[in-house]
């Protein structure tokens, strides 16, 4: 069954949930003794989201671009310790959403 295209208001809405759910995860990043796992998940569900309805287009939303790009980077400068995990999903959101593939062979 095709899916319909979403309108530009939808993909700016979407584009919103991610800046949001990142500053998030940002808040819940203040120093805490664990990871604020759950925030970061939130993260990347909105993200994904994000990514599956652009994944045909030639313009992406400029605030998503610059949260994604270097995520892993950024990620491990925040903070000591990260958990591997954390950092393979960084990895693996960046190349879903620069090169359109997910490199996730499992």
């Known amino acids: ?6 309108s530009d208001a939808e993909k700016a809405r979407l584009a919103e949930g991610v800046v949001d759910d990142w500053c998030t995860f940002q808040v819940a990043l203040s120093p805490k ?6 925030e970061f998940d939130a993260f990347l569900r909105s993200a994904r989201n994000y ?4 994944r045909n287009d030639r313009l992406i939303q ?3 671009a610059a949260i994604i790009s270097g ?4 990620l491990e400068l925040e903070r000591k310790r ?7 999903e960084a990895d693996r ?5 620069f090169s359109g593939y997910d490199p996730h062979f499992g």
């Open 93 to 97: 959101l960046e190349v879903l959403f």
């Open 82 to 88: 990260v958990p591997g995990e954390v950092l393979y």
């Open 33 to 38: 003794a664990r990871y604020p796992r759950e």
């Open 62 to 64: 400029r605030e998503v």
């Open 51 to 54: 990514v599956e309805a652009t």
């Open 71 to 74: 995520l892993r980077e950024q």
């Open 1 to 6: 069954m095709p899916t319909r295209a979403m």
